[in-house]
Every structure is written in structure tokens, then in C-alpha cells.
């Protein structure tokens, strides 16, 4: 069993920046391919990025191309999500998942992923 732990939310002022972690705990990390979706009220979860269990390949959703980045530290067992250029579009819940699997490819459908973690709020104001 794998536990996910999201934390760096909060409120920004547009075209602010947050950096969101998420912490793994449990079985061996370095082996999921991990991402990150998000939830805005009375919206369905949005794919937001994935990476790899390497970090070697990675993909953002279009929404957040050029402004978002997903990177993980396996020795920290921490994938982390860098969020430039905030809109208040933005404004969501924000959540960490994943899954093991036995290839170098990344996850972008929600419906693949084992894991998730509990989300964390960031709010940007306008």
C-alpha cells in the first residue's frame, strides 16, 4: 500500500507561483509513474502532468503547457508540481496519484491510477 501526502497549496495573486510536493510513503516509489490532476468546483478532474518512474519523460496538460512543471526526487520519494504565471483559472484541488507499472511511459488517464493522494487547495486570486 502506498500513501500519498500533498502539501504547498494556497492563495496567489495572478502570476504568482507555488510549488506543490507530494510525499510517498510505502511501497517502493521509485517504480510508479506518478501525476497530478486537479478538480475545480462543479468541474470534472483535469489532467494536469505525469512523469515517468525515471523522471525522464514527462507531459502537461495544454492548459498548462509553458507554465507548469512536474519533477520528481526518487531518493525523497517526493514528485513535485512548480506552478509559474498563476491564473485564477487555476483555482482548484489539487491531486497526487499513482500507479506501478512495468513500463518507462507515463499515465495521463485518471482511470489507470492505483493511488491517490487526499488534495490540497490552491485558490489564486485576481
Known amino acids: 500500500q502506498v500513501q500519498l501526502v500533498e502539501s504547498g497549496g494556497g492563495l496567489v495573486q495572478a502570476g504568482g507561483s507555488l510549488r506543490l510536493s507530494c510525499a510517498a510513503s510505502?511501497?517502493?516509489?521509485?517504480?510508479?509513474?506518478m501525476g497530478w490532476f486537479r478538480q475545480a468546483p462543479g468541474k470534472n478532474r483535469e489532467f494536469v502532468a505525469a512523469?515517468?518512474?525515471?523522471?525522464?519523460?514527462?507531459d502537461h496538460g495544454d492548459s498548462v503547457k509553458g507554465r507548469f512543471t512536474i519533477s520528481r526526487e526518487n531518493a525523497k520519494n517526493t514528485v513535485y508540481l512548480q506552478m509559474n504565471s498563476l491564473k485564477p483559472e487555476d483555482t482548484a484541488v489539487y491531486y497526487c496519484?499513482?500507479?506501478?507499472?512495468?513500463?518507462?511511459?507515463?499515465?495521463?488517464?485518471?482511470?489507470?491510477?492505483?493511488?491517490w493522494g487526499q488534495g490540497t487547495q490552491v485558490t489564486v486570486s485576481s
Open positions: 496519484a499513482g500507479v506501478f507499472i512495468l513500463d518507462s511511459r507515463v499515465v495521463t488517464n485518471e482511470r489507470e491510477y492505483s493511488f
Open positions: 510505502g511501497r517502493t516509489f521509485r517504480r510508479a509513474a
Open positions: 512523469i515517468n518512474w525515471s523522471g525522464g519523460v514527462t
